[in-house]
């Protein structure tokens, strides 16, 4: 089976997008390297025909920074199945008060979420591939 | 087209190190090179957003920072907006082999990285000066 692409926004504006890129980079580098990948989403937005075939009909995990999901609209412009969309605002409840830093760089607090979100992507990877098989 | 404020919009590409970099340069535009006057855009709000995106780069320039040279930052926004008033393809400042790395999270910058974002934000500047004088 294909790996499942796991695609963040990487918002530059505020440290939800840096939050979300840097979860899928530990998903995609650390936890999950051989069940997932990830892709460029500036490539995605494109829409070139290299893209497409790489993206058309494969399952796909998008972690968006906002509200607006840039990155599940953009994949799903491509062709590409979003089996689960998340958002990094849905996991902020229990860190209320807590400072993750900004678009630049992420603070110890911020770290720790990352890690969170990226567990929950591994867990939905893993998920993925036992269903497949 | 008004020049009072510039756009400068990165990649962020999620599949190699100039993506990386990209995405550093232009936090570092907005935060110290030239704050104020720099506005960014997440490149896939071209296809997400509400067009205010798509209107930004058709009445203020933009300068495109890609990771490779797919240019993607570059072909988006000329193919969604309006020509980009200056471009910059990382690839060609560190070499293509290095821009092509794996992508890098921010905690494992290095010296060499930091120089990378260094060369190409002072390429930015006298783009942006260009532009702006």
């Known amino acids: ?133 | 087209m008004i020049v009072n404020k510039i756009g400068v919009i990165g990649c962020s590409g999620e599949e190699c190190l100039g993506g990386t970099i990209s995405r550093l340069v232009v936090r570092k535009m907005l935060e110290e090179l030239r704050p104020g006057m720099t506005t960014s855009l997440c490149l896939p709000l071209f296809i997400a957003g509400d067009g205010g995106e798509r209107e930004f780069a058709e009445k203020y320039p933009t300068i495109s920072i890609d990771g490779c040279s797919k240019c993607c930052a570059k072909r988006a926004i000329e193919k969604y907006s309006n020509a980009v008033a200056g471009s910059i393809d990382i690839s060609e400042i560190i070499g293509e082999d290095k821009a092509l790395e794996k992508p890098l999270s921010t905690r494992n910058l290095t010296a060499e990285h930091l120089e990378f974002v260094k060369q190409t934000a002072e390429k930015t500047c006298e783009i942006y000066d260009g532009i702006s004088s």
């Not at chain 1, 070139?48 to 840039?70: L, N, R, S």
């Open chain 1, 1 to 133: 089976m294909s790996k499942i692409k796991v695609i963040p926004c990487s918002g530059i504006g505020k440290v939800l997008g840096l939050l979300a890129r840097e979860s899928v980079l530990m998903v995609t580098q650390e936890k999950c390297p051989n069940e997932s990948e990830t892709l460029c989403l500036a490539h995605v937005v494109t829409g070139d025909d290299e893209v497409v075939a790489k993206i058309k009909g494969q399952p796909c995990i998008t972690m968006d920074g906002c509200p607006k999901y840039c990155a599940k609209k953009s994949v799903e412009a491509a062709g590409g199945e979003v089996d689960h969309s998340y958002k990094v605002p849905d996991f902020m409840k229990p860190h209320r008060g807590e400072e993750h830093g900004t678009g630049t760089y992420l603070t110890a607090d911020g770290w720790k979420f990352a890690e969170e979100l990226s567990d929950i992507l591994a867990k939905t990877v893993i998920e993925m591939q036992e269903e497949v098989r």
